[in-house]
């Protein structure tokens, strides 16, 4: 072997030797390998906490837009309800006693009365529907007894009540709005 190439492999040995033993000249290599290294450990580490903060920020949002979606629902919910409480209610009590000569005007103590008559056994009732204090009442009597709007049952709370009849159609008005039922009986039905 050649001496020249023999002392390098000298050289060699020894640089190991040196590095595996904590020589001070090879300390500087070996710590700056160790920071590089604990960098490389450090932003692995923060790789999962930065996803686990982006999925709380995607679900945090989700469920303030799910929240905004439910009252807006909501809200129209009950405003379609509202809209039909009043007259609504009034046209359905109409629509169950629909028969010939079943509905009828009357004058109620602060305007007119939409009066459903109910003919029974024991005698002849009403239903009666009028305006009463800022509210549409309902109020069930014997027929032909005067009105006793204290004994009468909200309906809604409403400035307005008015309804019109034609060609087989009966329109009830209140501030929700206006409803319409078909008489049947106009119609050749019950």
Same mark, same amino acid.
């Given at each position: ?13 020894? !640089? /190991?030797?040196?590095?595996? $033993? ?6 500087? %290599? &070996? +710590?700056?390998? #160790?920071? *590089?290294? =604990? ?32 009252? !807006? /629902?909501?809200?129209?919910? $009950? ?6 409480? %009043? &007259? +609504?209610?009034? #046209?359905? *009590?109409? =629509? ?95």
């Amino acid at each position: 072997m050649n001496p020249q190439a023999n002392e390098t492999h000298k050289q060699r040995i020894h !640089a /190991i030797a040196s590095v595996t $033993q904590g020589a001070p000249s090879n300390e500087k %290599g &070996a +710590g700056a390998r #160790c920071a *590089v290294q =604990r960098k490389r450990r450090r932003r692995k580490a923060r790789l999962p906490t930065l996803l686990l903060a982006v999925f709380f920020a995607a679900l945090l949002l989700a469920m303030i837009s799910g929240v905004t979606v439910y009252k !807006a /629902i909501s809200a129209d919910q $009950q405003a379609s309800s509202a809209q039909r409480e %009043g &007259a +609504g209610l009034i #046209c359905n *009590v109409v =629509r169950a006693n629909d028969s010939k000569g079943a509905i009828a005007q009357s004058q109620g103590p602060e305007g007119k009365s939409l009066v459903v008559v109910e003919p029974l056994d024991s005698g002849t009732y009403e239903t009666r529907f009028y305006l009463y204090e800022g509210k549409v009442v309902q109020e069930y009597s014997l027929a032909g007894s005067g009105y006793t709007p204290e004994k009468a049952t909200e309906v809604t709370a409403s400035d307005t009540f008015d309804f019109s009849y034609s060609d087989g159609l009966l329109a009830v008005t209140t501030d929700q709005g206006t409803a319409e039922v078909a008489l049947r009986y106009m119609q050749g039905g019950a």
